[in-house]
Antibody, heavy 116, light 111 residues
């Protein structure tokens, strides 16, 4: 059974850092396109970052230079390192697997709140 | 990155059919058959309903169908049921950034 379990969210002050983790089971992270989608309170879905099986990455303009996506093959886990956090980064962050450019599996989400 | 354009809201009565549009460009919807649709109930995780424009994942009701014409994709829900009331998002591969882009979302109300 495919499962994605996120962790690492929480309350953080502006300018701070957090690392989100997404532990995968039932498939291999490094053989798939993986990414992070966020949803601000009451707003729509937004792709934050993608990590392709070959190692290439994509970042939304709003997080470029501040966020870094990575994976640990030995742990079958995807990460999102978030630095210089801003109030506008407050959102539910979902880990997702891409299949033919569609997100066929999603984690339950982890909430990030940036506030002083 | 520009989002795909969806109507903010649509509504229909039980048993009726509704269609949600998703307008893109020649760099995304118009050029590739990588359009997908998601259903999201309040407080829940998005669920994939359609991929590759018109394919349904296993377990998704036949009442959900997708299509595309030019740079606009559409999701049609037939035989509306109360449990269909949710937010719906379209998504497409885009060669502008070699990534994926979402629409702004459409709130479906079942009257």
């Amino acid at each position: 059974e495919v499962q994605l379990v996120e962790s690492g969210g929480g309350l953080i002050q502006p300018g701070g850092s957090l690392r989100l983790s997404c532990a995968a089971s039932g498939f291999t992270v490094n053989s798939n396109y993986m990414g992070w989608v966020r949803q601000a309170p009451g707003k729509g879905l937004e792709w934050v970052s993608l990590l392709f099986s070959g190692g290439n990455t994509f970042y939304a303009d709003s997080v470029k230079g501040r966020f870094t996506i990575s994976r640990d093959n030995s742990k079958n886990t995807l990460y999102l390192q978030m630095n210089s956090l801003r109030a506008e980064d407050t959102a539910m962050y979902y880990c997702a697997r891409l299949f033919r450019w569609a997100s066929d599996y999603w984690g339950q989400g982890t909430l990030v709140t940036v506030s002083s | 990155q520009s989002a795909l354009t969806q109507p903010a809201s649509v509504s229909g009565s039980p048993g009726q059919s509704i269609t949600i549009s998703c307008a893109g460009t020649v760099s995304d919807v118009g050029a590739y058959n990588y359009v997908s649709w998601y259903q999201q109930h309040p407080g829940k995780v998005p669920k994939l309903m359609i991929y590759d424009v018109s394919n349904r994942p296993s377990g998704v009701s036949y009442r959900f169908s997708g299509s595309k014409s030019g740079t606009t994709a559409s999701l049609t829900i037939s035989g509306l049921q109360s449990e269909d009331e949710a937010d719906y998002y379209c998504s497409s591969y885009t060669d502008t950034t070699i990534s994926v882009v979402f629409g702004g979302g459409t709130k479906l109300t079942v009257l």
